[in-house]
């Protein structure tokens, strides 16, 4: 790394079809939004010769933000692959969105990848949700690497970005955190600045000039050699202290000079193993340039750094039935395991699946078996078919380069899936497999919609099935009791997302309307109702008339029919006539229409005739008298309540139990999980918490999150109830 010279390889950066597993790197770029992941990958495509101009491939389209909505919301909202190629190797560069709504989007490209860059800004810093996704990273021993940009800010500082990065993310070893380069600044502009134009390799002690558009080696000038030396002695430490020659740092410790190419081969070891992070740093290309500063050292570290994907442990598999079946670590050879790590829909072209091959050959038009398992909770029904795939490709902007088969190692697309859906396994149709699907986080933000006019209403739900079939992170919800149809999101930008998809892509106008949660209704203290229904219209009549007593049960006791009848004033058989006009009447409600729950009903006479009465008229009767009761009685609406817990950086927690209680929330505990993070649990009214995804959110910076599940209904605050719109008290 840094000792190498390259030439700009032209028509080479384009990459295709891999021949070997070990001719391939899986990358992600992982960044807070605006950190300059695009703009790298596209300078990165730039260096590698993939790409006409900074940014643009030969249709004049984007490489990676390509989509006509991530040009209107000016920000990255999915997974891009970008695959170039750089001496004999094919990288798939995985994009990645940067805003907190998106991290669907960044779960996929961690799966799909088998290392990460993390993008850090040198005007930004490193914001907390970046750390957490590091420590996610380290979890599963990823191996990682930090590009530092915007270098050109006016008050970036490099070695201190680099100082924050190693406090940040080098945990109980920053010396793991250490610049394989320093920047080079020119003379300074007429504002004082002085802009970067080349690196200093502190292993190779070569200086790498950008400053005419294309990388230039030589040898430093004598007096720069000093201000290197203290930062290459310690990248030389760090670099031995992770050898896996033992003895190598007694030897150093000793006197000895270590060569060049062995501290190379160590530190390209160390990073492979995810042990030693370096930090780099990369610009764009100038206008007219064909290389921008540190995207020739980037592609370096990738190809000679990162680890192929022999290198990564061989996933889970079982068969659909559950039964467990052992996987050799990624070998074309072997029976065919590929994942969607993505799912989208062309307008020309129709379904496309972005596939990860794990082990085997995927061959274009093959029939695979399709097994999806694990997301009936999201709205995914658990499928296994057998399926004819169409084209193989891979991406590059909009368009689509086909290739005849793809390894196991490498990433594609497969046209025409009708079935899959993110996060299904491929699989071969006489060995099906199924890998667990990976993590997503819940979504916790309702979107409460419903269609514009009959024509959407009838495009509605196919629209909707195909947005929860790409993006995992999305719950369907048809709900029962409110009737709405709710589409639960991360937040606000995935929420517009969504709308605007279901616009432009499906062609289906949907209004958003008040989100209403379920509320129940309750007798506040004993009442008594007579239900009488008596109709003489000539011919055969109608006759049942009963009396009950009503009495509050605890929570969650449901709805209770008890019969005290005597001396046969209700006819046996009519007995279950009175339950179910009760029970009928409980669900459809007694006050605002909300279902009736906690409440013991007596039955305690009635009266019956011969002929007119029937299983009919004693249903309507025992309505009537549960209706009649609860005009005599207090009528409390209850709420849902919810157990939350909030995982929270030690600095917010005082913040956040504030505004827990401030949404009417009690707090039942805390506890320390260690890492400088609290769990607060909590059981607050869900009608308080619609927007509390959005709302901790913003507390907290983005460093928070929180899970919810359903508790129990209680009853609402009078006061509460009083204030709520019409439209969420009363029920559909």
């Known amino acids: 790394m840094g000792d190498k010279a390259h030439t700009h390889p032209g028509a080479a950066g384009r990459a295709s079809a891999a021949d070997h597993p070990t001719s391939v790197r899986n990358v992600v770029l992982v960044g807070h939004s605006g950190s300059g992941k695009t703009t790298l990958v596209e300078a990165l495509a730039l260096t590698a010769g993939a790409v006409n101009r900074a940014g643009r491939v030969e249709d004049g389209g984007c490489v990676s933000d390509y989509d006509e909505l991530e040009h209107r919301q000016q920000r990255s909202v999915q997974l891009s692959l970008v695959p170039v190629g750089w001496d004999g190797i094919k990288i798939n560069l995985l994009d990645t969105p940067g805003y907190a709504d998106f991290v669907g989007e960044l779960r996929a490209g961690l799966r799909a990848a088998d290392a990460a860059l993390f993008v850090v800004s040198a005007s930004d810093g490193v914001d907390g949700a970046t750390r957490m996704v590091w420590e996610e990273c380290a979890a599963v021993g990823m191996p990682r690497a930090i590009v530092v940009t915007h270098l050109e800010a006016a008050r970036a500082d490099f070695e201190e970005m680099t100082r924050i990065c190693a406090e940040a993310f080098g945990g109980d070893d920053p010396d793991a955190v250490l610049p394989l380069y320093l920047p080079l600044r020119g003379a300074p502009a007429p504002d004082g600045h002085a802009p970067v134009t080349g690196l200093i390799g502190l292993l190779s002690r070569k200086l790498f000039d950008y400053a005419s558009g294309e990388r230039v080696e030589s040898e430093p000038d004598g007096d720069r050699l000093p201000l290197i030396d203290e930062a290459r002695s310690l990248l030389i430490e760090g670099i031995i202290s992770e050898s896996e020659d033992e003895t190598l740092m007694e030897r150093y410790l000793g006197g000895e000079q270590v060569d060049v190419k062995t501290l190379i081969e160590d530190l390209e070891r160390a990073v492979a193993r995810g042990v030693f992070f370096p930090v780099l740093a990369a610009a764009p290309a100038a206008d007219g340039a064909r290389q921008g500063l540190g995207t020739v050292e980037l592609l370096e570290l990738v190809t000679r750094g990162f680890p192929t994907p022999l290198e990564r442990a061989a996933p889970r598999v079982t068969t659909p039935g559950g039964a467990a079946r052992e996987l050799r670590m990624c070998d074309p050879g072997e029976s065919l395991v590929a994942e969607v790590v993505k799912t989208s829909s062309d307008p020309y072209v129709g379904r496309i699946s972005m596939v990860r091959v794990f082990s085997g050959t995927l061959r274009a038009d093959q029939t695979v078996h399709v097994s999806g398992h694990g997301l009936a909770d999201r709205g995914h029904e658990d499928h296994d078919v057998d399926e004819r795939i169409g084209a193989l490709s891979t991406p590059f902007g909009k368009q689509q380069r086909p290739v005849s088969h793809v390894i196991a190692g490498d990433l594609a697309c497969v046209a025409k899936l009708t079935r899959a859906e993110t996060g299904d396994t491929l699989s071969a149709k006489e060995d099906p497999l199924l890998m667990a699907p990976w993590r997503m986080p819940d979504p916790l ?71 209403r949660v379920s509320l129940r209704e309750t007798f506040g203290g004993p009442a008594a109702g007579r239900g009488r229904h008596v109709k003489q219209s000539g011919g055969h009549g109608q006759y049942a008339i009963c009396e009950i007593e009503v009495e509050p049960l605890p929570n969650g006791s449901g709805v209770e029919f008890v019969d005290k009848v005597v001396g046969g004033a209700v006819p046996r058989q009519f007995i279950p006539s009175v339950e179910k006009g009760v029970r009928a009447q409980a669900a459809r409600g007694v006050a605002a229409g909300h279902p009736l729950i906690d409440v013991r009903v007596t039955l305690l006479d009635g009266k019956s005739h011969s002929v007119d009465s029937s299983d009919a008229a004693f249903q309507t009767a025992g309505a009537l008298a549960l209706r009649e009761a609860a005009a005599q009685a207090r009528i409390h609406l209850l709420e849902p309540v919810a157990e939350v817990s909030v995982l929270v950086g030690d600095d917010y927690v005082g913040a956040v139990m504030s505004d827990l209680s401030g949404r009417r929330g009690k707090v039942l505990g805390t506890e320390q999980t260690g890492a400088g993070r609290t769990l607060i649990r909590a059981e607050v009214p869900e009608i308080e918490i619609g927007r509390y995804a959005v709302d901790l959110r913003s507390l907290t910076h983005g460093t928070a999150r929180f899970d919810r599940r359903y508790a129990r209904h209680e009853p609402m605050p009078q006061q509460v109830a009083d204030r709520l719109p019409e439209e969420v008290r009363a029920a559909s």
């Open 445 to 515: 933000l309702p979107l409460a919609i419903q269609a514009h006019s009959k024509p959407d209403e009838d495009k509605l739900s196919q629209g909707l099935a195909r947005l929860v079939a790409e993006d995992p992170t999305m719950r369907l919800e048809h709900n029962q009791d409110t009737h709405q149809v709710v589409l639960w999101c991360l937040g606000e930008a995935h929420a517009d997302v969504a709308l605007e998809r279901l616009r432009g892509r499906y062609g289906v106008q949907v209004d958003v309307v008040p989100h």
